[in-house]
């Protein structure tokens, strides 16, 4: 108590210094512990053991850890800090893979799992040391040898199939015999069950009877019948009639020969003014004229009513020769370079190559399809050669002397309406339905340009100007479009004309002989003339009374134009 009161006094003469300045200094007595004194270097020893292990790495060989080792303590080198596995440089262990350390195997995975289920399945399996079988010997004999995976799919299929009866006999067996035997239990209807297609192929067929062989027969020639008349097109007798005076002149000249005075006039073309002849012999519309090749001394015309017409323009102004050998209206005709023959198209399916002078057909072309456009190619040389686009979206290439289809042209997407040759004649350009232009090299069926904007429409006339640098498009939103013939085939966006109605009508587009003029005909009636470099509208003249479909400038008479219409008329202006 006694030194209590000595170091409580101590305490208050420490905090308050200044009470007592002439008191003695405090007195520092050395600290007293009740506990007995212990020796702890023993522990002091044990815990720098301690820390000593968990900082050491792990021995791999090791195969009891008595501790938890920290993260870097598992992944401390072995040897040095390059370990052959270390990640940029950085201590990782002893690892040989990005998450871990793997070991190698005695056994593959997918041969363990065949061993594991083949014993699992039929009660053998191979040791994994390879010297023996472990398991059920019997089925092993039994199986062959055969694991789950190395039995053949037929033999699988055989094996649930008699699992399934067995098991089925299995719960027949225990089913009382009466319902076996009656057919009104279910249990009679499961032994007794029949797959719709059991028996098929038990027995050959027996001989037919000869009713059976008759219907055969009339079912087998319907059906040729149908394929020749899909494949071909509609077979017609072909037919010609002639109505000039005589075939032959007192010269022997065929009446296909051009007059010798027939040269042009001027080099400079006029808007022609009035009207000079009308031709009328169609019972229908009229789809498409073309005057003859060079001299123009004739005109051949297209009709809905199955007919092709040949009009004499300079002389009598008559109908020379009627071409009767479509079942159907004629949608599009082509002449030769020396128009001596011609080509025609039909909905019929039919593509028909005509003698001019004879009206005879020399060969008929079909695939099936409707003809929408055909052309033959502009070479001398290959006058042989016909391109037709059809309603299936191809165009199709024939040889007409051997009468083989040589080439298709297939990557519209829409029936083709037109075929246009430019770049002399090495290249040629098609219209589709698919509102897109596709640019074609001559017999190679890729294209080599596809021109297809989200504001185009169909075009289902284009025509070549005569210095052959520019395509002139009929397109349906009303107005005509002028694509370069170059190699970009860009379109001319300084050059349009428009003001005439044409939107649903297939109305030709043509120029002048000189390329001062541009024309086209209307949905009511007219024929447009517009100036080439100005694109203002030049004049117009009211044709027809129906659309004008059809417009071909005269090839030497500069002023002079020949209309066609749906009235089944042909004007010559």
Request: proline content about 5%; charged content about 25%; some cysteine.
């Amino acid at each position: 108590m006694d030194l209590l009161q000595a170091s409580y006094n101590d305490g208050e003469e420490l905090e308050n210094p200044s009470s007592s300045p002439d008191s003695s200094p405090p007195r520092l007595l050395p600290a007293k512990s009740a506990a007995p004194r212990v020796d702890d270097t023993t522990l002091a020893l044990t815990v720098a053991q301690n820390n000593l292990t968990k900082s050491r790495p792990i021995d791999p060989n090791q195969h009891l850890v008595a501790f938890n080792p920290t993260y870097d303590q598992l992944w401390t080198p072995i040897y040095g800090p390059a370990h052959p596995y270390a990640k940029d440089g950085l201590a990782q262990g002893n690892r040989n893979h990005k998450l871990g350390f793997v070991e190698d195997a005695n056994i593959d995975s997918f041969v363990f799992d065949e061993q594991i289920y083949t014993f699992q399945k039929y009660g053998f399996a191979a040791d994994p040391s390879g010297t023996e079988i472990v398991g059920d010997l019997n089925a092993l004999s039994k199986n062959g040898g055969n694991t789950v995976f190395s039995a053949p799919q037929q033999e699988q299929k055989r094996r649930r199939i008699e699992a399934k009866k067995e098991d089925e006999d299995e719960d027949l067996e225990n089913v009382d015999k009466e319902e076996v035997e009656n057919p009104a239990t279910d249990t009679w209807l499961l032994k007794n069950k029949k797959s719709p297609w059991a028996g098929k192929k038990e027995g050959l067929q027996g001989e037919l009877t000869e009713e059976q062989k008759k219907y055969a027969e009339e079912h087998a020639k319907k059906k040729e019948e149908k394929g020749a008349s899909q494949d071909k097109g509609e077979a017609v007798v072909e037919k010609t009639t002639f109505h000039g005076k005589e075939e032959k002149d007192y010269q022997g000249r065929s009446w296909i020969a051009p007059p010798k005075d027939a040269k042009a006039t001027n080099d400079h073309c006029y808007i022609p003014k009035r009207l000079v002849h009308t031709w009328s012999g169609h019972t229908k519309g009229v789809s498409a004229i073309r005057f003859f090749p060079k001299s123009g001394h004739l005109i051949l015309s297209a009709g809905m009513d199955t007919k092709v017409k040949i009009w004499d323009v300079f002389n009598s102004g008559k109908c020379m020769r009627t071409y009767m050998g479509h079942s159907k209206a004629v949608r599009d005709i082509c002449f030769t370079n020396d128009g001596t023959k011609f080509l025609s198209a039909g909905y019929d399916k039919n593509i028909k190559y005509w003698d001019t002078e004879t009206g005879q057909v020399i060969s008929t072309f079909s695939t099936g399809k409707v003809p929408y456009v055909v052309k033959l190619n502009p070479d001398e040389d290959k006058q042989n050669i016909l391109l037709a686009g059809m309603s299936d979206k191809k165009i199709v290439q024939w040889d007409m002397n051997s009468g083989q289809i040589t080439q298709e042209y297939d990557q519209h997407l829409g029936a083709v309406n037109t075929i246009t040759f430019v770049d002399n004649n090495r290249r040629f350009v098609t219209s589709s339905d698919d509102k897109s232009l596709r640019v074609w090299e001559f017999g190679i069926p890729v294209v080599i340009k596809y021109i297809s904007e989200p504001h185009m429409h169909s075009m289902p006339s284009i025509s070549v100007h005569p210095n052959s640098n520019w395509l002139a498009a009929q397109s349906l939103d009303n107005q005509i479009l002028i694509y370069s013939t170059r190699e970009r085939f860009q379109l001319n966006k300084k050059k349009r004309f428009a003001g005439h109605i044409v939107s649903g009508y297939a109305c030709q587009v043509n120029f002048s002989p000189d390329g001062r003029f541009v024309m086209s005909g209307d949905g009511e009636g007219r024929c447009w003339f517009w100036d080439w470099k100005s694109c203002k509208v030049f004049r117009t003249l009211k044709c027809h009374e129906q659309v004008c479909i059809g417009v071909e400038w005269h090839p030497l008479e500069q002023s002079k134009v020949a209309t066609c219409s749906w009235d089944g008329l042909i004007k010559y202006w």
